[in-house]
Each structure stands twice: as C-alpha cells, then as structure tokens.
C-alpha cells in the first residue's frame, strides 16, 4: 500500500518514502508527540490477510522489540492502518555493511571495532534468549557516527520465554523459530533505513 506524504498513520506523518522490498514498503516520518523522524514499515494489506506471514511479521518486531541496546535497531511501535501492519522504529542514516565493503576493505582497527559492537549486540540478544541466526552485511549497519546496528531479527529463534505483564509469554514458546522473508533489496529492515540523499 503506496502513502502519500501528509498521510498520518496515528502520530506519525509520513514525509517520503524510502525503499520497497519483498515485505513491504519503508517510509521517513515524524512522530509529532516526540518531535523526531523515524521509520515506517508498511506491509502490503495482502500480506495481512495470510496469517502465517502477519504473525512472523509482528513477531519479529516483537524480537527486535524485547531487545533495548545501542547496537541493535530500536522498535517504537507496532500498528495497523488501513488494514496494514506497519512497525515504527529509530530512522538510520548511513549504510549497510555490505554497501560499505563495496567501497573497499575496512582498516584493521575499524573493523575490530565494528566487531566489536556486533558481539555487545549480539551478547545483548542472547541474554534475552534471542539468536538472530542471520548475520551477513546485508543486515548489519554502519551509521554516519560509526555505530554498527544489527537489523532484521526474521529468523531470530527463542531459546527461552519471554514473560510479559502477568507472567504470561510475550513472544512465542520456547524453541521457537520466527521465520520471516528478508528486505535486502532496500536497505530498510524492520523499519530502518538510510538516508539515500546522502
């Protein structure tokens, strides 16, 4: 479902759009309650209609959702408009890891470092019983300030509950898988994205 800018999807305005991959479509926002822009994740109201691609699609934002740490992409919200499910979260500016590889190899050091904050993340994901279970370049991201960003937890597995208001599991039963197809095309999972401008 294609949206206009001006289009208001609660609080969030749309401003332009970004990207379109297999799961859907990727716009810029402004979130009018805090003030800043953020990402828009629209899927495609057929997608809605299938059960079994609406649930992997909440549950992967509720992954990436649980998850609270510098290096992994931050999940605001997660909503429906028109029919759509759509997941808000922090707007990204830079590039994937693979784009920046094309440009050449990363010295010594900064790849260290950029190794560095993965494995925090990652660590961060595991003491939630989380396992991403797809790392590639594609799905890391290097922001302008040299922030590495681990996107797209759609092949994330549980390997505990976990327990939400009144103990009952917020995500799925242990061992679960999440199997979700992936948005390489655009850059932009689960919301992020960069700014193509710059």
Same mark, same amino acid.
Request: no cysteine.
């Given at each position: 479902?294609?949206?206009?800018?001006?289009?208001?999807?609660?609080?969030?305005?749309?401003?332009?759009?970004?990207?379109?991959?297999?799961?859907?479509?990727?716009?810029?926002?402004? #979130?009018?309650?805090?003030?800043?822009?953020?990402?828009?994740?629209?899927?495609?109201?057929?997608?809605?209609?299938?059960? #079994?691609?609406?649930?992997?699609?909440? +549950?992967?934002?509720?992954?990436?959702?649980?998850?609270?740490?510098?290096?992994?992409?931050?999940?605001?919200?997660?909503?429906?408009? #028109?029919?759509? @499910?759509?997941?808000?979260?922090?707007?990204?500016?830079?590039?994937?890891?693979?784009?920046?590889?094309?440009?050449?190899?990363?010295?010594?050091?900064?790849?260290?470092?950029?190794?560095?904050?993965?494995?925090?993340?990652?660590?961060?994901?595991?003491?939630?019983?989380?396992?991403?279970?797809?790392?590639? @370049?594609?799905?890391?991201?290097?922001?302008?300030?040299?922030?590495?960003?681990?996107? #797209?937890?759609? +092949?994330?597995?549980?390997?505990?509950?976990?327990?939400?208001?009144?103990?009952?599991?917020?995500?799925?039963?242990?061992?679960?898988?999440?199997?979700?197809?992936?948005?390489?095309?655009?850059?932009?999972?689960?919301?992020?994205?960069?700014?193509?401008?710059?």
């Amino acid at each position: 479902m294609a949206l206009t800018p001006g289009t208001r999807l609660g609080p969030f305005e749309i401003l332009d759009r970004l990207g379109a991959g297999g799961m859907g479509e990727v716009y810029r926002a402004r #979130d009018s309650k805090l003030g800043r822009e953020v990402a828009v994740k629209v899927i495609p109201v057929a997608f809605a209609g299938d059960p #079994d691609r609406l649930r992997r699609f909440q +549950l992967e934002a509720r992954a990436a959702g649980a998850l609270n740490h510098p290096n992994i992409l931050a999940i605001h919200e997660l909503g429906t408009h #028109d029919g759509a @499910p759509f997941v808000v979260s922090e707007l990204l500016e830079g590039e994937t890891l693979r784009e920046r590889l094309k440009k050449g190899s990363l010295p010594p050091r900064k790849a260290a470092e950029i190794a560095a904050q993965i494995a925090r993340g990652l660590s961060a994901a595991h003491e939630k019983g989380i396992i991403h279970r797809d790392l590639k @370049p594609e799905n890391l991201f290097i922001t302008k300030d040299g922030r590495a960003k681990i996107l #797209d937890f759609g +092949l994330a597995k549980l390997t505990r509950p976990e327990e939400g208001p009144g103990g009952l599991t917020s995500l799925v039963p242990t061992e679960k898988s999440i199997p979700m197809e992936s948005d390489t095309e655009t850059n932009a999972l689960v919301g992020a994205a960069h700014d193509r401008a710059s």
